[in-house]
């Protein structure tokens, strides 16, 4: 029975599964952009969200918007919702919203990377290799931001 009470009090974490929520691939200028030269500004814009579906388990969803443009005219536009489903069981309440916040994320990136890279090599655009993302560092980065808006806030009432 002791056993039993441990492997309750022991945190859990599995990926269930891991899918593609929703995707797109826009190329506004084809077939023009392809006879111009090819100077691309990348622009990668990313959030995440997440939901509880039942007791302990979360999905996460990671979406990433990458606009790229050549000479100032958008080349292409690629948006993907990676998402993943995950049982979270004992943490403590700042331990999960780090978890789901930062290291889902981390888990989703690679999936979502690699299905950029491949719709835009189908769009015939040579692959663009999305550095990794520190999504510790943002995590925390957007912790402070909500807790200076919250501090502001409160100087603003009194």
């Known amino acids: 029975m002791a056993d039993n009470q441990n492997n309750q009090a022991q945190p859990q974490f599995a990926l269930q599964r891991i899918y593609v929520k929703d995707l ?10 392809f006879t111009k030269e090819w100077k691309p500004q990348v622009n990668l814009d990313l959030n995440t ?6 007791d302990n388990v979360y999905e996460v969803v990671l979406t990433l918007t990458v606009t ?10 690629v948006e993907i919702q990676q998402a993943g489903v995950f049982l979270i069981r004992g943490l403590e309440d700042e331990s999960l919203h780090q978890t789901l916040g930062a290291f889902c994320p981390n888990i989703l990136f690679p999936y979502a ?13 040579p692959p663009i290799m999305l ?10 980065q957007a912790l402070e931001q909500r807790k200076a808006e919250a501090q502001q806030s409160t100087e603003t009432i009194q």
């Open 24 to 33: 797109s691939f826009e190329s506004p200028k084809a077939p023009d952009v």
């Open 131 to 140: 550095a990794p993302v520190n999504f510790d560092a943002l995590y925390m």
């Open 49 to 54: 969200q997440n939901k509880q579906l039942e």
């Open 68 to 77: 790229v443009t050549s000479d100032e005219e958008t080349a292409f536009v």
């Open 113 to 125: 990377r690699e299905a950029v890279d491949n719709l835009v090599l189908r769009g015939s655009f």
